[in-house]
């Protein structure tokens, strides 16, 4: 915990009442710690969070109204300041995933216990994360198995790429490559799409640094 704070003023995000008082529980045990609000959905959550500004939210991701994923993405892109630990009895790849990118500090199992819950949070207040195994396991598994650049492209979209990174407009590669211009725009508008970008630029700078044309 930072020396500048002495008390770390956290919110409850959970559709279960026993769970959230269990939570109120485990703060008031702690004299670093201060329950300053709880939601039971997201909606309520991101509602809640603007009014009150809270250190670190401890959020549940399976809940009626909004999930604590949508809640998070929400409130992090609204108070990046907030610091979103996801706490769940769920172990789904894709939900590890979808939480951290939509900016959960820390990822964790419900079971995980009180001292442990207790320095996770003063992390998360220093902006350290946490992941359990799980999640752990989860980012590898996807750092493993996640496709390179251009392993999806077919042979014609790596012909337009390379025109593309030659600078030829999409008419020039109608005529050099005997299609219709609509049908290039489409292999453009593929290749855009492969690569997770909007721009023409941003292709040809993939396309050069992964070095995907000869």
């Known amino acids: ?43 309520e959550a991101v509602s809640l969070s603007k009014q009150i500004t809270p250190d670190v939210i401890l959020m549940d991701l399976i809940m009626p109204e909004m999930d604590g994923i949508n809640a998070t993405r929400q409130i992090t892109k609204d108070q990046p300041a907030v610091k979103i630990i996801a706490l769940t009895t769920f172990q789904d790849e894709e939900l590890i ?11 964790l ?9 207790g320095n996770v949070i003063r992390k998360a207040f220093d902006d350290i994360p946490t992941l ?18 251009g392993t999806s492209l077919t042979p014609r979209e790596r012909q337009v790429l390379a ?21 290039v725009k489409t292999h453009v508008t593929n290749i855009l799409s ?9 292709a040809v700078k993939i396309a050069i640094k992964y070095n995907l044309v000869e």
């Not at 995933?97 to 990822?107: C, H, K, N």
């Not at 199992?109 to 819950?117: G, R, S, V, Y």
């Not at 493993?144 to 650049?149: A, G, L, Q, T, V």
């Not at 008419?171 to 005997?178: H, K, R, S, W, Y």
């Open 194 to 202: 492969k690569f997770e970008v909007k721009k023409r630029v941003e």
């Open 1 to 43: 915990m930072s020396d500048n704070q002495s008390v770390i003023r956290v919110m409850i995000v959970d559709d279960h009442s026993m769970v959230r008082q269990g939570l109120k529980d485990f703060l008031d045990s702690f004299p670093d710690f201060e329950l300053i609000g709880e939601a039971s959905n997201g909606l």
């Open 109 to 117: 199992q419900k079971n995980i216990n009180i001292q442990e819950l």
């Open 132 to 149: 359990s195994p799980e999640a752990t396991r989860s980012l590898i598994n996807t750092a493993i198995h996640k496709p390179k650049f």
């Open 163 to 183: 025109l593309m990174v030659a600078s030829h407009s999409n008419p020039e590669i109608a005529t050099q490559l005997n299609l219709s211009l609509s049908t």
């Open 97 to 107: 995933q979808s939480v951290l990118e939509a900016g959960a500090i820390s990822y």
